[in-house]
């Protein structure tokens, strides 16, 4: 009896909480529209620029409604790729925000689809990136610890890219399509040992779209 109760107890700990993100509810959308649509074949949430409140220092983020989240591993399905018109320097930017406060406070790992085959081998190293907004965007890690929060991993513009985060106290984890070993580790989040809120998010002239989420604590 001990033993199954003890096994209960193990099971209902590894349950996800899941959001098949197949509708804008329950969730807060800052700076960007978010629509229902399908990509690929698949039904997925749309986060797109909202135009006159979008700004290139501002990421586009759709807060998770009771997603409260200190510890644990996030896992979610995503696609991201340069929206029509977008600038020559965009990149697709796509990710998940995590222990967020507010629209400017949080930790994130997000992608840059067009790096991941990109003929320039500077540019496939920035393929994945951790910040921790507002006080370390990626323009002060990259310039005061080159190459330690951000790496290479294969990647295609829109297509589906699953991402799984581990995050435990002070340390965080990047998986990206089902690896084994995390392509970007992180030993110093920087707001430190914190939780709040899940959010999708996108950055500068992004198209980008999110399914399954499943966040296991």
């Given at each position: 009896?001990?033993?199954?109760?003890?096994?209960?107890?193990?099971?209902?700990?590894?349950?996800?909480?899941?959001?098949?993100?197949?509708?804008?509810?329950?969730?807060?959308?800052?700076?960007?529209?978010?629509?229902?649509?399908?990509?690929?074949?698949?039904?997925?949430?749309?986060?797109?620029?909202?135009?006159?409140?979008?700004?290139?220092?501002?990421?586009?983020?759709?807060?998770?409604?009771?997603?409260?989240?200190?510890?644990?591993?996030?896992?979610?399905?995503?696609?991201?790729?340069?929206?029509?018109?977008?600038?020559?320097?965009?990149?697709?930017?796509?990710g998940?925000?995590?222990?967020?406060?507010?629209?400017?406070?949080?930790?994130?790992?997000?992608?840059?689809?067009?790096?991941?085959?990109?003929?320039?081998?500077?540019?496939?190293?920035?393929?994945?990136?951790?910040?921790?907004?507002?006080e370390?965007?990626?323009?002060?890690l990259?310039?005061?610890?080159?190459?330690?929060?951000e790496?290479?991993?294969?990647?295609?513009?829109?297509?589906?890219?699953?991402?799984?985060?581990?995050?435990?106290?002070?340390?965080?984890?990047?998986?990206?399509?089902?690896?084994?070993?995390?392509?970007?580790?992180?030993?110093?989040?920087?707001?430190?040992?914190?939780r709040?809120?899940?959010?999708?998010?996108?950055?500068?002239d992004?198209?980008?779209?999110?399914?399954?989420?499943?966040?296991?604590?």
């Open positions: 009896m001990r033993w199954t109760l003890l096994l209960l107890l193990a099971v209902t700990a590894l349950e996800a909480q899941t959001w098949p993100l197949d509708s804008t509810t329950p969730m807060s959308v800052l700076h960007a529209k978010a629509n229902v649509t399908t990509h690929s074949g698949r039904k997925a949430l749309q986060l797109i620029q909202s135009g006159e409140t979008f700004s290139n220092s501002s990421a586009g983020l759709a807060a998770i409604s009771g997603s409260d989240f200190e510890d644990g591993t996030i896992e979610i399905d995503l696609a991201g790729l340069p929206r029509q018109g977008a600038a020559q320097a965009a990149r697709g930017f796509i998940v925000a995590f222990r967020l406060q507010d629209a400017t406070h949080y930790e994130a790992f997000y992608i840059r689809p067009t790096n991941g085959r990109a003929d320039d081998q500077l540019r496939r190293n920035h393929s994945t990136q951790y910040i921790g907004e507002p370390f965007p990626w323009e002060r990259r310039q005061e610890s080159p190459g330690v929060y790496s290479y991993t294969d990647l295609v513009p829109g297509e589906w890219t699953k991402l799984k985060i581990v995050v435990s106290g002070v340390k965080a984890q990047l998986f990206v399509n089902n690896m084994d070993q995390p392509c970007l580790i992180v030993n110093d989040l920087k707001h430190g040992k914190s709040g809120k899940i959010a999708l998010w996108i950055g500068p992004t198209e980008g779209y999110f399914a399954n989420l499943a966040v296991r604590k």
